[in-house]
C-alpha cells in the first residue's frame, strides 16, 4: 500500500472509532470479562496515550531525525500508571478523535516524505518510517477487534440470552 492510502485508512478510523465508542454509559465503558482485560475506558486511554507519544512520535522521528532514539514508552504499564480506569471516558475519547485528527493532518501536510528511512532500535532491529506508519494501521485494527470484542462479551453478559443464532465468535 502507499503511504497516502495508510493514511486515507487511519483516517477513516476515526470516524470507526467514534461510531463504536460514542454514547456509551458508565456501565458498558467500564466493563471487563475478567482481571486481565481492558476495559472500553481503558482500550481508549490506550490509543491516546499511543496516539501522541508512540506512533505519531516514531514517524515523525525515523522520517526528520532516524539517527537519534525516539523517547521511551511503556503502553503496558500506563494502564496503572496513569490510572486509565479512573480516567473520564468522554474525555479522554475527545482527546483521542482530536489528536488522532492532528496526525492525519501533519501526515496529510508532508511533501516528499523519506519513508524509506531507517531508525534502528538497539534490540528490536531496523524500522523504516513506512514501517512505523504500517504498523500504527495495524494497531488500529488490532483495538477496533478488541472493542468489539468488548461489546460482543457485554452484550453476553448483560442480556442473559443465548448469542449462538448469531453465529460464532
Same mark, same amino acid.
Given at each position: 500500500?502507499?503511504?497516502?492510502?495508510?493514511?486515507?485508512?487511519?483516517?477513516?478510523?476515526?470516524?470507526?472509532?467514534?461510531?463504536?465508542?460514542?454514547?456509551?454509559?458508565?456501565?458498558? @465503558?467500564?466493563?471487563?470479562? !475478567?482481571? +486481565?482485560?481492558?476495559? &472500553?475506558?481503558?482500550?481508549?486511554?490506550?490509543?491516546? *496515550?499511543?496516539?501522541?507519544?508512540?506512533?505519531?512520535?516514531?514517524?515523525?522521528?525515523?522520517?526528520?531525525?532516524?539517527?537519534?532514539?525516539?523517547?521511551?514508552?511503556?503502553?503496558?504499564?500506563?494502564?496503572?500508571?496513569?490510572?486509565?480506569?479512573?480516567?473520564?471516558?468522554?474525555?479522554?475519547?475527545?482527546? @483521542?478523535?482530536?489528536?488522532? !485528527?492532528? +496526525?492525519?493532518?501533519? &501526515?496529510?501536510?508532508?511533501?516528499?516524505?523519506?519513508? *524509506?528511512?531507517?531508525?534502528?532500535?538497539?534490540?528490536?532491529?531496523?524500522?523504516?518510517?513506512?514501517?512505523?506508519?504500517?504498523?500504527?494501521?495495524?494497531?488500529?485494527?488490532?483495538?477496533?477487534?478488541?472493542?468489539?470484542?468488548?461489546?460482543?462479551?457485554?452484550?453476553?453478559?448483560?442480556?442473559?440470552?443465548?448469542?449462538?443464532?448469531?453465529? !460464532?465468535?
Amino acid at each position: 500500500m502507499k503511504p497516502e492510502e495508510i493514511i486515507e485508512h487511519l483516517k477513516d478510523n476515526l470516524f470507526v472509532f467514534k461510531a463504536l465508542l460514542n454514547g456509551k454509559q458508565p456501565d458498558e @465503558f467500564n466493563f471487563r470479562p !475478567d482481571d +486481565s482485560s481492558w476495559s &472500553l475506558l481503558e482500550i481508549t486511554c490506550h490509543l491516546y *496515550d499511543e496516539e501522541k507519544e508512540d506512533f505519531r512520535t516514531r514517524v515523525r522521528n525515523t522520517l526528520h531525525t532516524p539517527h537519534l532514539a525516539p523517547p521511551p514508552i511503556n503502553p503496558s504499564g500506563w494502564v496503572k500508571e496513569r490510572n486509565y480506569a479512573g480516567q473520564n471516558f468522554e474525555e479522554k475519547l475527545n482527546a @483521542f478523535l482530536i489528536e488522532r !485528527d492532528a +496526525s492525519i493532518e501533519w &501526515l496529510k501536510s508532508l511533501h516528499e516524505a523519506q519513508w *524509506d528511512n531507517i531508525y534502528e532500535h538497539p534490540t528490536a532491529g531496523k524500522f523504516t518510517a513506512y514501517s512505523f506508519l504500517t504498523n500504527w494501521l495495524a494497531h488500529d485494527y488490532h483495538h477496533i477487534r478488541q472493542i468489539n470484542r468488548r461489546l460482543y462479551e457485554y452484550l453476553k453478559a448483560k442480556s442473559g440470552v443465548s448469542l449462538g443464532y448469531a453465529g !460464532d465468535w
